[in-house]
């Protein structure tokens, strides 16, 4: 046998012995995490499952404050059509046929006038709703928004936990990479 040939079988060994070690140290690792999960410890922090459950808090509340925004306007867009059937019965009355015709002016203008005058304080009371409304509107976006921001935080939070917890588990390798950067690289290399 050759000198290269020794070379290369001994480089294959080294290289087989190294992937050897890779997989039994993640065989290690899964028996670990199956005894972890069937003892009932868990395998995230308290700060990580904390976490969790202040997201689920916060997309509680922006939920409910989506469906109280909601309920707010259907509750105006019944009481807007309410009125509207109220309001329908405006109509002047007829007039009716006389001796005068400056009589009948007369009844007409004065019908006129109270149908203006009763026009001006029903859009009076339907710009009032409005602004009402789109108070309301505006009020439920803000709220909706800030619970949407809150959310935010909470996922920024798990996602925090989350990478602390991944780079724990990083930090125990060999050093030069992933433990999956190197057991893909000995299985290519055979």
Do not use: C
């Not at 190294?18 to 410890?41: C, I």
């Amino acid at each position: 046998m050759s000198n290269t040939a020794r070379a290369r079988q001994g480089e294959a060994k080294n290289e087989n012995d190294r992937a050897d070690a890779l997989w039994a140290e993640m065989q290690n690792t899964l028996a670990e995490v199956e005894l972890s999960a069937s003892s009932g410890s868990h395998v995230f922090s308290a700060a990580h499952a904390k976490a969790l459950e202040d997201l689920r808090t916060t997309q509680l509340a922006l939920a409910q404050a989506w469906a109280k925004s909601e309920a707010e306007e259907d509750n105006h867009y019944r009481e807007d059509t309410q009125a509207n059937i109220r309001s329908s019965g405006l109509q002047a009355s007829p007039s009716r046929p006389g001796k005068g015709t400056s009589s009948r002016n007369n009844s007409r203008e004065r019908n006129l006038e109270e149908e203006t005058e009763k026009d001006i304080q029903l859009a009076r009371k339907r710009r009032e709703a409005n602004d009402k409304y789109f108070k309301q509107v505006n009020n439920g976006v803000l709220e909706v928004v800030a619970k949407l921001e809150e959310v935010a935080n909470a996922m920024r939070q798990v996602e925090k936990e989350s990478r602390e917890i991944w780079s724990e588990g990083e930090s125990g390798g060999t050093g030069s990479g992933s433990a999956t950067e190197e057991t893909d690289s000995a299985l290519t290399n055979r």
